[in-house]
T-cell receptor
Framework: QQQVKQSPQSLIVQKGGIPIINCAYE??????FPWYQQFPGKGPALLIA?????SEKKEGRFTISFNKSAKQFSLHIMDSQPGDSATYFC??????????????FGKGTLLTVNP | GEEVAQTPKHLVRGEGQKAKLYCAPI?????VFWYQQVLKNEFKFLIS????????ETGMPKERFSAKCLPNSPCSLEIQATKLEDSAVYFC???????????????FGSGTRLTVV
């Protein structure tokens, strides 16, 4: 059972475009939703994260939109650059209650930003 | 420095041999997590520690996998009698103690690529 579904699998945009990556989750106990960026041969690096009491969070060129009723969240990258070309993973975890914390990942989106 | 150090970067083992991977979490981080990344993308949670205590081991195939986090030593993940399907990149991550319900995020190492031949 895949608890976090991510789409699309791959995405190609031109420099300056706004790629959007979507994720949907099933477990309503999830209360922490981070996005990770992974370059080849490297570990995932935390980009931005959101909690369900907020509908949008922005950090630099990265924005998360969160829809609690639809159990969906998405990553928008403003003014994308070739250096943003990487694989992006959404994830979710249960923080409240102190008994879990493990991340459940989506399957990743390979983003290519063409010059 | 503020990085999770994983060694070795690459490991090749014949089927049936033992493999041991190491992870030095960031100093002051009390949680350590191990994940297996297969088929380039899919992450599978294996086990987590709170300091030297097992916190959650629901992802561990216990018949061949074991892990430890001992004081003043790197954490380790050991696979006895490796199988071809164990070929993957194994990532370690660490995070700070939660205070007031705040998650400060997980820092991942660069991974160990295990190839079983």
């Amino acid at each position: 059972q895949q608890q976090v579904k991510q789409s699309p699998q791959s995405l190609i945009v031109q420099k300056g475009g706004i790629p959007i990556i979507n994720c949907a989750y099933e477990n309503t106990a999830f209360d922490y939703f981070p996005w990770y960026q992974q370059f080849p041969g490297k570990g995932p690096a935390l980009l931005i994260a959101i909690r369900p009491d907020v509908s949008e969070k922005k950090e630099g060129r990265f924005t998360i939109s969160f829809n609690k009723s639809a159990k969906q969240f998405s990553l928008h990258i403003m003014d994308s650059q070739p250096g943003d070309s990487a694989t992006y993973f959404c994830a979710a975890s249960i923080e409240e209650g102190g008994s879990n914390y493990k991340l459940t990942f989506g399957k990743g989106t390979l983003l290519t930003v063409n010059p | 420095g503020e990085e999770v150090a994983q060694t070795p970067k690459h490991l090749v083992r014949g089927e049936g041999q033992k493999a041991k991977l190491y992870c030095a979490p960031i100093k002051g981080h009390s949680y350590v997590f191990w994940y297996q990344q297969v088929l380039k993308n899919e992450f599978k949670f294996l086990i987590s520690f709170q300091n030297e205590n097992v916190f959650d081991e629901t992802g561990m195939p216990k018949e061949r996998f074991s892990a430890k986090c001992l004081p003043n030593s790197p954490c380790s993940l050991e696979i006895q009698a490796t199988k071809l399907e164990d070929s993957a990149v194994y990532f370690c991550a660490s995070s700070r103690t939660r205070q007031g319900g705040i998650n400060y995020g997980y820092t991942f190492g660069s991974g160990t690529r295990l190839t079983v031949v």
